[in-house]
């Protein structure tokens, strides 16, 4: 297990720990809520390391495509401006977190950080060649911002301890794992991140 330093090149993408997406949410990840203490962890090593800290948000217009009354999968979930689509309050995001707040067209999905948001731009401005991702939920927002990632060119690694799954089918959430790594990311805990 070999520990990874942080340097000027390196950001964390925290996605969508909102309340819709933890316990009594419309759309509630099992144990959602369990992660965000170590995702606070994470959070502060950034912060010490001074790098910035990125967090998603679906944001959702009120008749978005996925939502089941207009044939879409899930339930009405994070509309833009509601209490459910707020940040959970547990978590403790810097005063200069960088929000990217993604699916806001009503005809398009996006579970991708980057799919039709300007964080491939803001990366690029900050010279950001590593990411390092957690959070909600594994096999949907963190797989397909991993995927983004990789295809614009970023090492990426999987903050395996600060992930939760859906797992609508047994293990979706491991499965999507697999994937990464496949893909070349690294899988590491907050142990091997040191922001000194």
Partial sequence: M???VLTSEDALIVADIQNDF???GRLA???????????????????????????????????????????GPWPVHCVAGTTGAAFSRALKLPDDVRIVSKARDRDKEAYSAFSGTTLHEQLKQLSIRRLFVCGLATEYCVLNTVKDAIACGH???????????????????SRAIEQMKQWGVEAVTVQQIMDD
């Fill in 22 to 24: 933890l316990p009594g």
């Fill in 2 to 4: 070999k520990n990874v």
């Fill in 155 to 173: 090492t990426v690694f999987l903050l395996q301890d600060a992930i939760r799954a859906i797992d609508a089918q047994p293990n979706d959430g």
């Fill in 29 to 71: 990840v099992s144990n959602g809520h369990g992660i965000i203490g170590t995702v606070n962890q994470y959070i502060k090593k950034f912060t010490n390391a001074k790098r910035p800290v990125f967090a998603t948000r679906d944001w959702h217009p009120p008749n978005h495509c996925s939502f089941e009354q207009q044939g």
